[in-house]
Structures are given as C-alpha cells and as structure tokens.
C-alpha cells in the first residue's frame, strides 16, 4: 500500500469514527427530547384539568353554614362561597325536635331561600337554651345554575 492509500484509509477511518460518535450523541439527544416532550405534554394535561375544575368551580355554587354568636345571641349563617349563584337553597338540623334552636316563624319566612348569590349570606336566629346541644349536625342541598343538585352536611358548634 501507498502512502496515498494509508492516508486515504486513515482519513476514511476517521470519518467513519466521527459520523458512529455523532449518531450516538444525536441518539441520546433524541431520546432526552422525546422524554422532555412526554414530561411537557403530561404538565399541559394537567394544567388544561386545572383550567377546568376552576371553570367548573366558577359554575357552582358552594354553601358553607356556621353557628356565629356571642353571649347569648346566635345565628346560623348559610353562606354561598363558590362562583355560581345557588337557587332553592334547603337548610334543616338533624335530629330536630326538643333541642330545635331555630325559631318557627323566621325559618318558614326564609327557608327556601329562592336565590342566594356568590358572596352572600342568610341568617337564621338560633334561640339556644341551656337545654340545647352544643353541637349540630346541618344539611343543607341547592340548585345550581346547570341544574345539578349540591348536597353538605356540617356539624356546627358553640
């Protein structure tokens, strides 16, 4: 063989070295790219399930009920949190009867209440005795505005 021929084979040899390193190297960067591109489709996913549980928590109504007092003057306090407005709003206590602090007259003017807006409240006298319990098991069930039926229950302190 020549010197031509053995540089030529040299060079050749190179070549081929640089181009197998250069395929490999672009390999893992594929690879790394194509995971990047996993990891960035399951965030999107995730974000697009965010963005829609808010939406949808921006079309329902939250209700929220406290026992509020102090002294001897109390209050139950039906509070509509969410984004949405609640409609037939219902409010009983559980186990009603002899320890019923809620005063008669005031609960059939107000309960049901027919619309009760983001951001509002309704109160409702709470006559507590010394008879009375400390705690009270609530219920509470409403409309929302795409017609669907929200159901709590609470347990309400002194």
């Not at 609640?86 to 005031?106: C, I, Q, R, T």
């Amino acid at each position: 063989m020549t010197g031509f021929e053995i540089l030529s084979l040299l060079v050749s040899i190179l070549a081929v070295a640089i181009a197998a390193i250069s395929l490999v190297r672009t390999r893992r960067i594929a690879a790394k790219q194509l995971e990047l591109q996993h990891v960035t489709a399951e965030l999107s996913r995730k974000q697009l399930e965010i963005i829609n549980s808010e939406e949808e928590a921006q079309t329902r109504a939250l209700i929220d009920v406290e026992l509020e007092g102090s002294g001897s003057n109390y209050k139950f306090v039906i509070s509509n949190y969410g984004g949405a407005e609640a409609k037939d709003v219902h409010f009983h206590l559980g186990g009603e009867g002899e320890g019923n602090p809620l005063v008669g007259s005031e609960y059939a003017h107000k309960i049901p209440i027919k619309s009760l807006k983001p951001g509002k409240s309704v109160t409702l006298i709470a006559a507590l005795t010394l008879g009375s319990p400390a705690q009270f098991n609530t219920f509470v069930r409403w409309i929302n505005p795409d017609g669907s039926e929200g159901r709590e229950e609470y347990f309400v302190s002194v």
